[in-house]
Every structure is written in structure tokens, then in C-alpha cells.
């Protein structure tokens, strides 16, 4: 069987998942019948220390809901370089919302100063009024990088002040706290002086169908009106479900069950990009690499990406051309150790120029 490291969604549920689901508790959600997605949307919020959850199809559309709930069309969004929502969503930001994206920052982070330089006044004649700032953490095309705390906290802390909404875009936010040791409820949240009941981040977003394991769904989380109000939006996008507690339950499962583990991705994830390294034949931040994401570039004078691609799919080791000459691996629950041992040697081989 190919050892698939094109993403972490290609998982597919455990045995152990399929019996909860199987065993879970249903009813007809759009009457907020339904028990499992009820208790999903508890944990979630309580986990992420919000006060209220609400569970939707795809994290693409927690995305959408974000900007629907906090911009109005011609409204700019201030987001790092090269964020999932700009890059990854077809162009559902101006389709849906009708925003503009204002990438700011180097490495798929920013500063608070870059925040500050960014925002455009609203009433102005001319400019675009910035009214959100979006953060990803951990960040996807950057190779899982995690943002600190402080500047999760500093990023919060200015929209507040400058009177923007904020968004934490949050697909892999169990993958930073994991690594870095952290209660997920401080990052979401951080530990603010001026108002203690509000937290930096307006809405978060997990995704259950990433590391998790889980065969679809993300919750947002946040303040209990916002969250009503989309519960209205959720749906006008196409996005509200009937006995959606099969799925909640491989969701609860997952929290349950596979959110320490996803350690073992991150060590696996390592040694991936440390044999990468030690090729001397890539460039690869492995200061960085703390998280289950290996982003690669190839200098040139050796394959470029859709030939490494090819060359490690020949050895049944699938991974994803990410640019012209950037690749990304990226590991799972479905990928063990001995696994990413053999995916390294494949990788190491494919990346020599011949
Ligand atoms: C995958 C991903 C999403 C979208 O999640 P889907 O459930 O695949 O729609 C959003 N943001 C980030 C950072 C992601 O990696």
C-alpha cells in the first residue's frame, strides 16, 4: 500500500471511530435535536474556553461563516502571506463576502505592528475599511508553523483596540498546542487585561477531519450571538445538516482519543525533514518544523517538484507538488513511524538531481 503524505486528510476512520459512530445518538439537528452534535459543540466550546460551538460541514465554510459574520462586501480582511483563505478557497472570500485580502507579514505570521500598518479607517472616501484580522495557526503552505502565544496575544490585543473582529483560523490549532505544550483555551484565548470576558479571538475554528482523524466537519467557537447568528448563515450557504450526529461522533471520538498521538506525527514529521536535510540537497527551515507539515524547496539544478512528486510516487510514496519547485509532506494518523522512515530514504533519493 502507498504511504499517502499528500495531507492529513486522507485518514480514514479506526475501527474504533466506526463504533461510535455507529453507537452514536442522532436527531434532526435543524430542530437542535440532535445529541451528538449538541455535545460536540459543548466540548469544542469548552475546550477552546468559548461560549458557544457550532459544528459545519467543511473548515472552507467555518471560514466563509467568519467573514459573513463580521465584514460587509468591500471590506478589506488583513490575513498572513499566502493563508489557506486566499489561497485555497477558489475565491469564495469575494464570491461569498465579497472582501478583499490584505496579505501581510514574511512566513505566513505577522506582527501586531504589521496589523497596525495594514488597517485602512473606516468612512474614508477612498480606501477599502479594514474590519477583520484572520490569523492561521498552525499555518498550512508556511510548513505547520506555529504562532507564539505573544503574538497571538499582541494580534488580539490590536484588533480590539483598532475595532476589528477577529478570526482564528484554527484547522490545525490542537496540532500548535500539542507542540508547544499549551492549553488550547490560552491560545484561543489569551489572557487579556483591558476586558477579561472578551479574548482576542472573536471566532475559532478546529477542523476535525485533519490530524484528528475525522471524516469531515470543523467547529467554530465564540461568543453565543455570533454563534446564533450563524447558525442562520450556516445555512444559507447550504451547509445545515439533519442527523449530523455521525458525524459529530467520530468528532467527539477523535478529541477523545486522538489529540495527544498527534505528537507522533510531529516526530514523524521530523525525522522526515531531518533526513531532508541532511541530503544537503533542499532547503528546509528545520528550526520550524515543530508541527506535521514538511515544506521543501529544490534549488535549481536539480528535479523540480512535479518530478520529485513523480520519482516518490514510483516508490509508492505520495506526496504533493506545492510550487514550481516546493513540495509538502505531511503525516498522519495513518502513517506510522516505520512508514515515514521509508518515505524519508524515497524522498532523500528523489530530491538528487540525475
Ligand atoms: C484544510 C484547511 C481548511 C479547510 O478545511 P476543509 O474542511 O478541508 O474545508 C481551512 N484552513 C486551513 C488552515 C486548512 O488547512
Given at each position: 500500500m502507498a504511504i499517502d503524505l499528500?495531507?492529513?486528510?486522507?485518514t480514514r476512520p479506526t475501527a474504533a471511530m466506526r463504533e461510535a459512530i455507529a453507537a452514536a445518538p442522532v436527531g434532526d439537528d435543524q430542530f437542535g435535536e440532535d445529541p451528538s452534535v449538541n455535545l460536540l459543540q459543548e466540548r469544542v466550546a469548552a475546550l477552546l474556553g468559548k461560549e458557544a460551538g457550532l459544528f459545519v460541514p467543511t473548515g472552507h465554510m467555518a471560514n466563509q461563516l467568519a467573514l459573513l459574520r463580521f465584514t460587509r462586501p468591500g471590506d478589506e480582511v488583513v490575513v498572513g502571506r499566502e493563508t489557506h483563505a486566499v489561497?485555497?478557497?477558489?475565491g469564495a472570500g469575494a464570491a461569498n463576502a465579497g472582501v478583499q485580502f490584505r496579505e501581510v507579514g514574511t512566513d505566513g505570521t505577522f506582527t501586531a505592528e504589521e496589523l497596525v500598518a495594514a488597517i485602512k479607517p473606516r468612512g474614508h472616501l477612498i480606501f477599502p475599511p479594514t474590519t477583520l484580522v484572520e490569523v492561521e495557526d498552525t499555518h498550512n503552505r508556511a510548513g505547520g508553523i506555529v504562532w507564539e502565544r505573544a503574538s497571538l496575544e499582541a494580534v488580539g490585543e490590536t484588533a480590539r483596540t483598532h475595532d476589528l473582529a477577529s478570526y482564528l483560523d484554527g484547522a490545525r490549532l490542537l496540532n500548535a498546542a500539542v507542540a508547544r505544550g499549551e492549553d488550547p483555551a490560552a491560545l484561543a484565548a489569551p489572557f487579556d487585561l483591558?476586558?477579561?470576558?472578551?479574548?482576542?479571538?472573536d471566532l475559532v475554528t478546529i477542523a476535525l477531519?485533519?490530524?484528528?482523524?475525522?471524516p469531515a466537519g470543523s467547529v467554530l467557537a465564540g461568543r453565543r450571538d455570533d454563534v446564533t447568528a450563524l447558525v442562520r448563515e450556516r445555512r444559507r450557504l447550504g451547509g445545515a445538516m439533519r442527523q449530523s450526529g455521525i458525524l459529530a461522533a467520530a468528532g467527539l471520538h477523535a478529541l477523545e482519543h486522538h489529540v495527544a498521538r498527534l505528537a507522533e506525527d510531529h516526530a514523524n514529521a521530523r525525522l522526515i525533514g531531518e533526513r531532508l536535510g541532511a541530503s544537503g540537497r533542499v532547503a528546509i527551515d528545520l528550526a520550524r518544523l515543530e508541527t506535521n507539515i514538511v515544506v521543501f524547496h529544490l534549488p535549481a539544478g536539480g528535479p523540480d517538484a512535479a518530478e520529485v512528486v513523480r520519482r516518490a510516487g514510483e516508490h509508492d510514496v505520495l506526496v504533493l507538488a506545492f510550487g514550481p519547485r516546493t513540495v509538502r509532506a505531511v503525516t498522519h494518523l495513518d502513517v506510522n513511524a516505520a512508514a515515514c522512515a521509508e518515505a524519508a530514504e524515497v524522498l532523500a533519493a528523489a530530491v538528487a538531481p540525475q
Open positions: 499528500r495531507s492529513d486528510t486522507v489561497w485555497h478557497e477558489i483591558v476586558t477579561i470576558a472578551l479574548s482576542p479571538f477531519s485533519k490530524g484528528l482523524g475525522g
